[in-house]
């Protein structure tokens, strides 16, 4: 392909401006009022002569779908985003969460990487590809949604079900992977799949009644053995087809050969990799509430929990409660499940992935791309549950500390890294939808 004089000081600019301006935009999820920001976003679409179109399914809900047409020779890519954000506590921010401050080549602001940094990479691939004219053999979708950050049923889940039409792509590019600086090593993490989701409730039944006179089990007692069984236990590893392949090309790296699932801790021990890699490799469960009782001097007849789960590929309903039993042990309690989302995954051999690899690892010659199995949930699940191939990957470059603000205090993203990932993503959708 041709070479391009870009005038990446004056894209960097642009986008430190819109990225700014955008965190101002107070879209905490609750209760999201997304509208605000998609129509700043819509207005910038518009000014660069392209259009747009707002699909609200509640008040407020609003989401922007932009497209850019292809040859048609190929199927479409989408460029997905969400503008809704979680809570952020100004007490225990250095700067205010919703002030877009730009300090010392840093953006500050609640959304900085999650994700409102990435909406504006797509949003400037999108305007720079029209700018200049380049001829696209696939169809170019930019989506920006709602409510993310409680389950997509505002956002994604709704135009998935009642707006296919609109958004209907043979690929998709997404959250949930970014590449992380370790020492002198990066690795660029594509997420090309998620774990499922699940709330399992607890219950312990006993006999109740006064204090001072504890007759018979006690429920609070009950179910405090078992969450501290399911506190200690630990699922065994079991390898989905992401991570084998993960574990292949970081053996192949660390000139080992194919590595064992048992030799991620290891590896995470010995600073070689981030420690949220270990949630890769296995279910995870977590007790996040417990509800029991009502009075001080009252043992309550009933006390229940819920577990969190986050599940492997293929795991099903009756499999995850089979496994809570087995970290039971004998405690009796009874077990409900009360939401279920299975996992998803798309294939790691595909031309899109191998576009994101050579693409990434010629602009960074030391870095190394992976497919890994993200341990939460995104709006990609929703796309692959149509068949869609779903990859999650902002393409910059964090350290740990940068990363450990994402649903904390003090997020922030440099401007050098939202240069970065414009770049980097803008050449990866020249490579795949560009026209020969």
């Known amino acids: 392909m041709q070479s391009l004089n870009l005038d990446w000081a004056a894209i960097r600019e642009e986008a430190t401006n819109i990225l700014s301006r955008l965190i101002q935009f107070d ?75 730009v300090e010392d080549g840093v953006i500050w602001g609640r959304g900085a990487i999650d994700m409102k940094s990435m909406v504006v990479m797509e949003l400037m691939t999108m305007i720079l590809y029209h700018r200049l004219g380049l001829p696209l053999k696939r169809d170019l979708i930019f989506l920006a949604v709602a409510d993310e950050e409680a389950l997509g049923r505002f956002g994604a889940g709704w135009l998935v079900d009642h707006h296919w039409d609109k958004i209907a792509a043979e690929y998709v590019i997404n959250e949930g992977g970014e590449g992380i600086r ?71 790296r660390l000139g080992t050969g194919p590595l064992m699932a048992g030799m991620v801790d290891d590896l995470i021990a010995q600073g070689i990799l981030p420690s949220f890699l270990k949630y ?13 009782g009502q009075k001080n001097n009252v043992i309550p007849p009933r006390a229940e929990a819920n577990v969190n789960c986050r599940l492997l590929p293929g795991v099903g309903q009756a499999d995850i409660v089979n496994e809570l039993q087995t970290a039971l042990g004998e405690e009796n309690l009874g077990i409900e499940v009360s939401e279920f989302n299975p996992a998803s995954e798309s294939p790691t051999h595909t031309p899109l992935f191998d576009v994101i690899e050579r693409s990434l690892e010629r602009a960074e010659p030391d870095s190394l ?24 990957l902002t393409p910059v470059i964090l350290n740990l500390d940068e990363y450990g603000t ?31």
Not at 426 to 432: A, L, N, P, T, Y
């Open 27 to 101: 879209t905490t999820n609750p209760p999201g009022n997304e509208r605000p920001a998609a129509d700043y976003l819509l207005s910038l679409l518009e000014q660069a002569g392209l259009r747009g179109e707002i699909l609200e399914p509640a008040p407020g809900r609003a989401n922007l779908v932009a497209r850019l047409r292809g040859s048609g020779e190929a199927g479409p890519l989408l460029l997905l985003g969400h503008t809704d954000v979680v809570y952020a506590d100004p007490a225990v921010w250095q700067r205010p969460p919703f002030s877009g401050l």
């Open 182 to 252: 370790i020492g002198e090593r990066i690795l660029y993490l594509v997420a090309t799949g998620e774990k499922g989701y699940a709330d399992l409730r607890l219950t312990a039944t006993g006999r109740g009644g006064h204090s001072s006179r504890p007759e018979g089990p006690n429920p609070i007692v009950t179910l405090a053995r078992g969450l501290a069984r399911i506190g200690e236990y630990r699922s065994p590893p079991a390898p989905t087809p992401t991570m084998e392949r993960f574990l292949q090309k970081l053996g192949q």
């Open 280 to 292: 890769t490799l296995r279910n995870v469960f977590s007790p996040t509430v417990v509800r029991a």
């Open 369 to 392: 791309v992976l497919p890994f199995l993200m341990p939460a949930a995104t709006d990609s699940r929703f796309f692959r549950a149509r068949g869609v191939t779903a990859y999650g």
């Open 406 to 436: 994402v649903h904390s205090a003090d997020e922030r993203i440099s401007v050098e890294n939202l240069e970065r990932g414009t770049r980097r993503l803008f050449e990866i959708v020249r490579q795949f939808c560009g026209a020969q």
